[in-house]
């Protein structure tokens, strides 16, 4: 019977395996003979192999763990210093742009780092001076406070000695004193000349004090008047020119005195800004709707009281009740009906 190739495969490995088997044995028995101590120490030197072999092994296997681009202590010092030295010029770059700033009418370049600290310098000034403003405003309300409070002190002085002190009442008697009693009449005049000393002291001072608020009042006064021109002349650029303003002015005066019946002496009171809008806005109505041929009412005329001493008194009309209203009031409604007073 035939084998096939296959089979004859099979049958060679057999073969090689019992020829493998029978080369072995020989070796066996050799070691099976040799010395114990031999025997103890080749098992020893072959645990300490096997010891060393998995060593090596587990340092292989943690080596080959540890990823391979991480770098030591050093190469991590040389990277940070390599970042460093690479932001260094982007820092710089930024901090040396240049920015146009007006200082005095003047336009210079700073960089970004001087305009933060020039912003944070401003904002804490700023900041500063509005406390010290505050402040300031407080100590001027108490000094004003405190002002007032001595010149109420200096008049009920004054109002005490000119009706109420027994001494100076006595000045009518003098004459008679000089003749009845000579030493009462030394003595009385003596005293009488230091209430009046005194007298004078206070009036002096209530009379500087007195001066200096008419002074301040002044002058508050035309810094009101200077900010209202401003304000005017930004809602009428061309009145800029104080001959434009006075021309104009004048006509609206003269014509709110022929449609209104307002004076020039209440004219002259009128200062406000807004107050001179509204007088001129009422003008170009009257004028054109006299124009078109409408009729424009005249406002009438003060009516007269008499006073107590017998002279006169000038009763205000609806008009100038108005716009004292407006000054105080500054209200639209106040103004809307003004107008319409005036235009009937």
Partial sequence: ??????????????????????????????QAKAAP?????????????DVSDTADEGDSDTDSEEPDDQPDGDDQDDQSQEDEEGDEPKKSAKSN??????????????????LIKGYS?????????????????KLDEGVNAMREQYKSRLEAQMLHLEHIDPVLKRMKDLPKLAEEDPDEYVKISAQISERQKYFAKLKAE??????????????????????????????????????????????IAKAAEKHFGLTPQEMGQVIDHRHVLVLEAA????????????????????????????????KPNGFTAQLKTLKKTGKRQDAAR???????
């Fill in 1 to 30: 019977m035939a084998l096939n190739s296959a089979e004859l495969s099979n049958a060679a490995g057999e073969i090689d395996k019992l020829l493998a088997g029978a080369t072995k044995k020989p070796e066996k028995e050799k």
């Fill in 37 to 49: 101590g031999e025997t103890d120490n080749a098992d020893t030197d072959t645990q300490d192999d």
């Fill in 97 to 114: 742009r240049l920015f146009e700033v007006p200082v005095d009418g003047e336009v210079i370049k700073v960089t970004e780092e001087e």
């Fill in 121 to 137: 310098r401003q904002s804490s000034y700023s900041k500063r001076m509005a406390e010290f403003a505050e402040e300031r405003k």
């Fill in 206 to 251: 209530h009379d500087a004090l007195r001066a200096e608020d008419e002074a301040k009042n002044l002058e508050e006064q035309k810094q009101f008047v200077t900010k209202q021109f401003e304000q005017l002349t930004q809602k009428r650029p061309e009145w800029a020119s104080r001959e434009k303003f006075q021309k104009d002015y004048g006509a």
């Fill in 283 to 314: 003008v170009k109505y009257a004028e054109s709707k006299q124009a078109l041929g409408g009729k424009v009412e005249k406002a009438k005329a003060a009516d007269k009281v008499m006073r107590s001493g017998g002279g006169e008194k000038t």
């Fill in 338 to 344: 003004m107008i319409e007073s005036m235009l009937g």
